[in-house]
């Protein structure tokens, strides 16, 4: 069992930084992407960027050049670090962490992150 652990969310104006965390305990051998999501108000789920073991990365258009996805191995934390902010990446920011077998698919609780000025 892994649990995800989220931390770094917050409010910030516009055009400013934030870093989110996600810490794993449990038994991550299983894993093969850690990613990030987030959910706007009114709106569905959706991927904001996703790093795989191999260390690919991908990331959703609107977040391209702006948001770095990157990890510790030691400490098993994967960050997102999330620079020039808009108002439009308000969101609920849910960590997720998944490998090849369907049950081995964690999320976390999720972090509020709001852009306004």
């Known amino acids: 069992q892994v649990q995800l652990v989220e931390s770094g969310g917050g409010l910030v104006q516009p055009g400013g930084s934030l870093r989110l965390s996600c810490a794993a305990s449990?038994?991550?051998?299983?894993?093969?992407?850690m990613g990030w999501y987030r959910q706007a108000p009114g709106k569905e789920r959706e991927l904001a960027a996703i790093l795989t073991n191999s260390g690919s990365t991908m990331y959703a258009d609107s977040v391209k050049g702006r948001f770095t996805i990157s990890r510790d191995n030691g400490k098993n934390t994967v960050y997102l670090q999330m620079n020039s902010l808009k108002p439009e990446d308000t969101a609920v920011y849910y960590c997720r962490m998944y490998g090849a077998r369907a049950r081995d698919d964690y999320w976390g609780q999720g972090t509020q992150v709001t852009v306004s000025s």
């Open positions: 449990g038994i991550i051998f299983s894993i093969n992407v």
